[in-house]
């Protein structure tokens, strides 16, 4: 903005200087074609638009326009407009040499908009009365009229639209007393077909394969609930309920199993492996990081891979639902000390020759 009007100063101060050698006579002929030229332009063109240069410019020069016999200009615009720019001029440079100050009231402090859109989020059902009432509570001073306000700016709306439950959100809040179960197939290198049974917990991410076979009776599956029953409660875990399909190799015999040790069995729908999500999920895993890398020779090679896999996914495999830790190993203390990190010392640790690593500190 200030260098353009440098340049428009600089450009007009020359066109000034080049009237300088000019005679009377010359200046008024150049007065009159430059009349008629805008008078021409004026009856085409539409109602002109003003950059902030042009006003300033305009202001400027048209300090005291003549108000008596204002047509002797030409004008474009009203000399009362030239004036009221010339007014704008002065309170812009007065507000300037001035600290503005802001009316009204303060703008709420960021900690208390941030604890407001933290309560909102975290209860979907909280309207914005019951928000406030939070804060208050706490000691927190803030409005309930400056809560509605931050729910209006962050486009957050009324609770009867916010409160709604999916699948998801119900798994998420009774995690630690769901468990999910589920047969996944495999074949072998002679091309036999084995069936694997795991069982996998919402909450800790720990995986229990219960066993393979190439025939899955009645009696197997039912002696496989029962080792499940005694490792949980070995384990002190706390099942409520226990997700699966509706597959035939299910009897009721297993679901009786299940029931006596207090584990309702709920039924997936037909065809909507979301409501088995998670299980679906380690069986994918469980291929494309074993399965899928590995040659399975017979029932036995199978079990003993997917007993090493078990070891690596429960206690050293990553998880980031979990933080990045494992089901039965959490995080240790993060390394700070900078010579500590100069020294660092992983070395690798293979399981199945090489299919699985894992990295570990140097003791």
């Not at 200046?27 to 030229?37: C, G, N, P």
């Not at 950059?51 to 300033?56: G, H």
């Not at 393979?212 to 039912?222: C, E, K, L, N, Q």
Request: hydrophobic share 45%; proline share 6%.
């Amino acid at each position: 903005m200030l260098l353009r009007l440098a340049y428009l100063a600089v450009t007009n101060t020359f066109s000034l200087i080049r009237l300088l050698p000019m005679s009377e006579r010359e200046k008024e002929i150049e007065i009159l074609v430059l009349r008629h030229q805008l008078t021409i332009l004026q009856r085409q063109a539409t109602k002109p638009a003003f950059t902030p240069d042009d006003r300033f410019l305009l202001a400027g020069l048209l300090h005291h326009p003549p108000v008596e016999k204002p047509r002797r200009l030409l004008l474009l615009v009203r000399p009362d407009t030239i004036l009221r720019w010339h007014r704008d001029l002065l309170k812009q440079r007065h507000a300037a040499t001035r600290v503005r100050r802001r009316r009204g009231r303060p703008r709420t402090v960021r900690s208390i908009r941030a604890l407001v859109l933290r309560l909102a989020k975290e209860n979907p059902n909280w309207g914005y009365r019951r928000v406030h009432g939070e804060p208050a509570a706490l000691g927190i001073g803030v409005a309930a009229s400056t809560v509605w306000e931050i729910f209006k700016e962050h486009g957050i709306d009324p609770a009867p639209q916010r409160d709604h439950s999916t699948w998801a959100a119900f798994l998420r809040g009774q995690a630690k007393a769901i468990l999910a179960c589920d047969f996944f197939e495999i074949r072998t290198l002679t091309g036999a077909r084995l069936y694997v049974f795991a069982v996998i917990e919402h909450a800790t991410r720990r995986i229990r394969v219960l066993g393979a076979t190439a025939h899955p009776t009645a009696a197997w599956v039912v002696q496989s609930g029962r080792n499940l029953v005694m490792d949980l409660e070995d384990a002190r875990a706390r099942a409520k309920f226990m997700i699966r399909d509706r597959d035939s190799k299910f009897t009721a015999p297993f679901d009786a199993v299940l029931a006596d040790a207090g584990i309702e069995v709920v039924l997936s729908g037909v065809r909507m492996p979301r409501m088995n999500s998670i299980m679906e999920r380690w069986v994918q895993t469980c291929r494309r990081e074993l399965l899928d890398r590995t040659l399975i020779w017979n029932e036995r090679h199978l079990l003993h891979a997917l007993r090493e896999f078990e070891q690596f996914y429960n206690g050293h495999r990553p998880h980031r639902t979990l933080g990045q830790a494992a089901p039965l190993r959490a995080l240790p203390e993060p390394v700070i000390d900078p010579e500590q990190i100069m020294r660092l010392d992983v070395r690798r640790h293979d399981r199945l020759g090489g299919v699985l690593h894992e990295y570990r500190h140097v003791a």
